[in-house]
């Protein structure tokens, strides 16, 4: 076992200035273990340059990035504390996925069968004696994944995983990157699909141009920016429910044909009401706040590529 | 240990080995030939237009002992480009392949991955020159009982000095590959840039001594020994010839530069980011 506290990544002020561009400006956020935390923002906002500061590739230009208050370089198994999935294609195009893997064993110093074990973990046994040229780039993602879990981490950073991943991959990934943080790991995960992060991610950490622009649980963010939940309700009869819904004091607007949008009630109340005035329904959703909408709203003006 | 057993690994799992091997096996026998070829063509007839000290280095060379040795050591110019290849190409390929964020990610100390690949590559140098060494052991008594310059010469302790040199130059040939290929980070650049350097530069600069010699001043001639593969040649010929510094300058030289590409490249690595 490690040193309390290990498995919590620290970034405190970390800066990394390219020639003119500030990648990355003055970021700090923590990423806390049993979670999934997804690590959003637009093209060029630095999240790669971030996380390969965190994994001791790249330098900082300032401040630190830290597995508790260890740095990547300093720990002394790095493997067997933290696994890393930075981009689809860094295995040698001529050698195996087995023999990649093997290699990898060799130099962090576990037993070669660690490498069979991920990759039954990973469900690319079938091709694990193919090179690695004619890996499809959903195959390269999960080789990726697989050599990240060699050495049993806990703690996981992935690079846009879902880069290239099916349906089906996709609901694998997020089954077993769930299914990691239930375990007590600490998972961060960056992203551009934000239904999929909806889905996957407890915490977010948004930047955009090298900045922190919020941080918390996916549920207070969407909260925050989109004051409170909605219900969703579809009507032929759209002004007699209107009419019906001023009595529960909450905001109705119409959206398209017969839709409307109550905020300030629960799903509940407004069937009730609907019941009471006798108005015909056609559908009644709770509707949580999208995520999508809520990133595009905190960087606008932000998101130009740099 | 265990990283340089890594380093072994990757370049067993490629299909680099066998390339390089192909390649090597007919420039050996090649090389042989050459050395054969030479020694039973004899000295030039004394009208035939060289100066005194160039005649004086022949016939030096032609002594049994100097044929000896030189057989001795056959396929090492071309063991050694081999070699000097290789071992750029094993710290090369990290970056034309990708591969350099997985090397870091699990050694994020650096200066302990270019130590396994120095390891790596003079491991691999020792094996091509215990190839060609067995095979000349084998090959060469035959050919010196042919050439009748007094049997296999193997008694002398100047053949076995210039076998153990030769053994040096894979070496340290090796440890200049792999600091030139942390320079030189680009696969393309590296080998084609030392493949020339070696093949074709020491002519070159050869004729550039000889020029600033004639015009300039004569000792610069003496120089010359600064070019690596002069120097390498230098260190393992067999008794030292007329009209060259001695041999352990050649040694000196070579340790030379595989130390200063060596530190330089280390410390390159250590500084530059991995993206
Ligand atoms: N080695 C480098 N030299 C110069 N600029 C760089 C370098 N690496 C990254 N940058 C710049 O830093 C900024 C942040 O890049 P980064 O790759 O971290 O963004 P990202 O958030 O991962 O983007 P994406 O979502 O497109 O992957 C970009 O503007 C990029 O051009
Ligand atoms: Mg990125």
Redesign the pocket.
Known sequence: MTAPGTDEIVVDRLTKQ?KK?R?VDDLSFRVRSGRVTGFL?P???????TLRMLLGLVTPTAGTATFGNQRYVDIKDPLREVGAVLEASSAHRGRTGRNHLRMICKAAGLPDTRADEVLELVGLTPAASRKFKGYSLGMKQRLGIAAAMLGNPRVLILDEPANGLDPEGIRWMRDLLKSLAAEGRTVLVSS?LLGEMQLLADDVVIVAAGKLIRQGPVDEVLGAMSGGASVRVRTPQAEALTAALSELNATVTATQDGVLLVHGAEAAAVGHAAFKAGVELHELSAERGDLEQVFLQLTAGKAGI? | MSLVNAELFKVRTTSLWWIMGIILIPLYAASVLINWAQASAGAPPADAGVSDSQSATIEAALEPINVATNLYTSGQYMGILVVLLLSAIIVTSEFFHLTATTTFLVTPRREAVILAKFGAAVIIGVIVWLFTTILNLIVVPLILNSLDVGGSQLGEPAVWRAIGLNALAFVLWAILGVGAGVLIRSQIAATLILGIVYVVGTSVISLIFYLLSEYVAEWINNLQVIIPTTASALMISGTDLPGSPPRWVGAVVLIGYAAVLGFFGTWLTKRR?I?
């Open positions: 390219y561009l990648a923002g093209n060029g906002a630095g999240k790669t340059t551009h740099r | 980011d993206s």
